[in-house]
């Protein structure tokens, strides 16, 4: 037998599954945002090293210019490309580095906090079930007190 408060506990049981679902949601989606900020870590390393080689580049074509216009014996533009080439290895080497300890540091952070999120979903489930448990065995026993309520005109 249902009484007239069947439909208000059905409602109410709606409603905390809906509030689990958008906790979900929420977190998912901060999980997303922590992967995508992973992969604009990524972005922004290939794009450094991009830049690094332009700027290689760029350097090498000004030297073969400033070489064009002067004298032949003016300087040792051999030496010159050779140590330019030294520094800039030695930048792409340290960077390398450093965006490798970035990355590493980016990924272990993303671990831990997989698993502190998937920790935080399993309480909430645990902590919803038993709500729920405990909310539909008030039900129960709001039914079985019901069921004992004389009802006038009968």
Do not use: K
């Amino acid at each position: 037998m249902t009484n007239a408060f069947t439909p208000l506990f059905e409602l109410q049981r709606t409603m905390i599954d809906q509030n689990r679902q958008a906790l979900h949601e929420g977190v998912n989606a901060q999980q997303s945002a922590v992967e995508a900020i992973t992969e604009g870590v990524e972005g922004q390393r290939t794009l450094a090293e991009r830049n690094v080689e332009l700027s290689r580049s760029a350097t090498h074509a000004y030297i073969d210019a400033v070489e064009d216009v002067v004298p032949e014996d003016a300087a040792e533009f051999e030496e010159i490309r050779a140590a330019l080439d030294e520094g800039f290895d030695a930048f792409e080497e340290s960077q390398a580095e450093a965006w490798e300890a970035l990355g590493d540091a980016v990924e272990e952070s993303n671990v831990a906090y997989e698993e502190l999120t998937d920790s935080y979903l399993e309480a909430v489930d645990s902590s919803f079930d038993a709500f729920l448990e405990s909310h539909e065995q008030v039900e129960e026993n709001f039914d079985a007190a019901a069921e004992n309520i004389p009802v006038e005109g009968q």
